[in-house]
């Protein structure tokens, strides 16, 4: 079988750590032979990320997507190296941990902007900046990829301000699309099942819920990162070269299920 990413070039921000659904997904394109540059944001993450970026074999850059002066110096760094990009993977997302874990109602306005900020806005941003960047129609365009999650049109106890955050993403995503595709840059979602990662740690009852989708899933399972990963794969790639403006569910089938009687 062919390397299904092989002669393309991928940005992906959001690699924080090695249990990331971000990690997942590059070390799922470099198995694919792409060329990987990853982002970390500031003094924090850089040994952690350049680490992991050693691993990957991965072109590491620093980038705060709340700046736009280091979205403007991202797009300078890789037109300067004359980087041409295939796919560009955003698998960013934060709000604070009381704005979670309070009713949604006594979210205060700045909890609120910044969970707007960080998970939805910097879509926009990224997008704009990684535009004059993406290949020309003719040597097949881009692809966008953003993770969502089920919060973003259900209420997921929990989660909160940042189930509208997502469903501002997923807004987002779909006017993207349809603005980028005359440049033939195809932009999507996945919404992912419940995965423990680090930043998911930060929703309470967090196991309970892997734990009870699991067992009301159609697959009978959670979710496995392997599994996002190899969507993005077929996103980025040319065999999702027809698909834009979806919200991919990857969640062993979690999303279709109503109620149910309790065991």
């Not at 760094?77 to 997302?93: E, F, K, P, R």
């Not at 259900?154 to 989660?159: A, P």
């Amino acid at each position: 079988m062919p390397s299904l990413l092989e002669g393309k070039t991928a940005l992906i921000l959001g690699v924080a750590n090695r249990w990331s659904l971000a990690f997942a997904i590059a070390q799922a394109f470099v198995r694919e032979k792409a060329q990987l540059i990853v982002t970390y944001q500031g003094d924090r993450q850089k040994e952690t990320v350049e680490e992991l970026a050693k691993e990957l074999g991965a072109q590491p850059i620093s980038c705060d997507v709340t700046r736009d002066d280091q979205l403007t110096a991202l797009t300078k760094v890789l037109a300067d190296q004359g980087t041409v990009l295939n796919a560009m993977v955003h698998s960013i997302a934060f709000a604070n941990r009381e704005d979670l874990s309070r009713p949604f109602v006594e979210t205060p306005r700045e909890g609120f902007s910044l969970a707007q900020d960080v998970s939805a806005y910097s879509l926009l941003a990224v997008a704009r900046a990684t535009k004059p960047l993406m290949a020309p129609p003719d040597r097949g365009g881009g692809s966008i990829t953003t993770l969502t999650y089920l919060g973003s049109t259900r209420v997921v106890e929990n989660y909160n301000v940042m189930g509208v955050a997502k469903a501002s993403l997923e807004a987002t995503m779909r006017y993207l699309a349809s603005d980028l595709g005359p440049s033939n840059i195809r932009v999507n979602a996945i919404s992912a099942g419940a995965v423990k990662t680090a930043s998911a740690r930060g929703v309470r009852g967090l196991s309970e819920m892997i734990e009870g989708a699991a067992r009301l899933a159609p697959l009978r399972r959670k979710t496995e990162p392997a599994e996002v990963a190899d969507t993005a794969v077929f996103l980025a790639s040319d065999l999702g070269r027809g698909v834009t403006g979806n919200v991919l569910f990857v969640d062993a089938g979690i999303q279709i299920m109503g109620f149910t009687r309790p065991e």
